[in-house]
Each structure stands twice: as structure tokens, then as C-alpha cells.
């Protein structure tokens, strides 16, 4: 008997590496059956998934809040300004053409609190309002006079500059330049996110007195 014993050892001992290979997957994988039926039997389910649901981290927020200001409109604008000064004899005239630059856009540190977070698969984004960048956007520098006649002292020219000032901001703040600083703030912090590696983004504007529209991925508004 010892000696059939020895034989058998002898045997197993002359098995080639990759027969052992084999016997060891069939032990395991009668071991996870064996476990997989009592789970069953037990009333338990057995299931393999995936969690689709994502999580912005706060490092990845505070670099996005370090963008601070953001330009997502210029509008390059002239205004020719006129003022009159009626006098015994005669009319004193002052014609000057002022340039300036309106910049439109959002500063994050106008985002309100949870400004971006997860739900469930998807990101939602609540931008700042747009506004105006650069109160100083009249370049002086290039201000010329078209007519003059008179003397004028540094009150009267202050004026003139305030009229241009107020008549360029009216004209450049309208609602269809703010609507398109609104859509590229939108398109392009969908980029942004997308470009993270997020799917399903949604990316609104606080709106302060008229309803804005959001900016979402054309590809999956139809689902």
C-alpha cells in the first residue's frame, strides 16, 4: 500500500506546470459556484455593476474658481458727442469722438455657493450673471476732437466725456450682446467640463430681471 503511495505522489510530482495551472482553476472555480448556489439559496442576489454616477472634487472646482474673470464678448464702439454754448455774440460749439472697448463676461467670485456640483451622471453649472468687465473703457488716448471753437475748461470737457461714456454703455449693453456673451460663457465652460472627461453637462446663467437659457449637449437634449 505505502508503495502505491509513493507512486501516486510520484505521479503528481511529474505533472507538467501547466497541468497544475488547470487543476487549480477548476478547484477555484468550483469554489465560486459552490459559493455563488448558496447565495442563492440563501435569498441573496448576486450581481455585478458599475456606478455611473461622477463626483467633481474640490481641487478640480478651485481650479476652475482661479479663472476669476472671464471675457466671452468684446464690442469695439465710437461715439461723436456735441455740446453748445449759446452766448451774446455768438454760439460756442465742442465736437468730440471718443473710442472705447466694452468687455462682457463673468467674475466667479460673483458664483454663489454649490455653483457646481454632480447629480447623479450628470454635472450642473450655475454661472454669474454677465456683466461689464472694465467700467474704464473709453480710451482716452485716442480721443480726438472733430470741431472746436470757444474756450472750454476741463468741466465742460468732463461732461462731454460722461455723455460719450453713457451713450456708448447704452449702446453696447443691449440685450442681444449680452445674450451672446451668454451663450459662448456657456459653450464654453460646456468645453471645459467635456474636456475633463464629463458626459452629461448642463450649464445655466443667473439671470437677473429676463429668463436665460441654458447650454446642453445637442447630442443628448433628444434623449
Not at 454616477?53 to 466671452?72: A, L, V
Not at 468687455?103 to 455657493?113: N, P, Y
Not at 467635456?194 to 445655466?204: A, C, D, H, K, L
Request: proline share 3%; aromatic share 10%.
Amino acid at each position: 500500500m505505502e508503495k502505491k503511495n509513493n507512486t501516486f505522489f510520484h505521479l503528481l510530482g511529474t505533472l507538467p506546470r501547466t497541468a497544475w495551472i488547470v487543476i487549480a482553476g477548476v478547484v477555484v472555480g468550483m469554489i465560486l459556484m459552490a459559493v455563488i448556489l448558496s447565495s442563492i439559496g440563501n435569498g441573496n442576489a448576486f450581481s455585478i455593476g458599475t456606478d455611473d454616477r461622477i463626483q467633481i472634487t474640490p481641487t478640480q472646482i478651485r481650479s476652475i474658481e482661479r479663472i476669476g474673470e472671464w471675457e466671452f464678448l468684446s464690442v469695439s464702439d465710437e461715439e461723436l458727442v456735441d455740446t453748445v454754448r449759446h452766448g451774446f455774440f455768438g454760439d460756442d460749439e465742442l465736437v468730440r469722438i471718443y473710442y472705447g472697448t466694452i468687455r462682457l463676461g463673468i467674475d466667479l467670485s460673483d458664483a454663489q455657493e454649490g455653483w457646481i456640483k454632480t447629480q447623479g451622471d450628470s454635472i450642473q453649472v450655475l454661472l454669474p450673471p454677465i456683466k461689464l468687465l472694465d467700467e474704464d473703457f473709453i480710451d482716452e488716448a485716442k480721443t480726438k476732437s472733430f470741431f472746436e471753437s470757444g474756450s472750454w475748461n476741463a468741466q465742460a470737457r468732463e461732461a462731454l466725456y460722461q455723455k460719450a461714456y453713457h451713450a456708448m454703455k447704452q449702446r453696447c449693453l443691449n440685450a442681444q450682446n449680452i445674450r451672446s456673451a451668454e451663450d459662448n460663457a456657456c459653450a464654453q465652460f460646456f468645453k471645459i467640463l467635456t474636456g475633463m472627461g464629463y458626459e452629461n453637462v448642463r450649464v445655466r446663467i443667473q439671470r437677473t430681471p429676463r429668463p436665460q437659457q441654458g447650454y446642453s449637449d445637442p447630442g443628448k437634449a433628444s434623449q
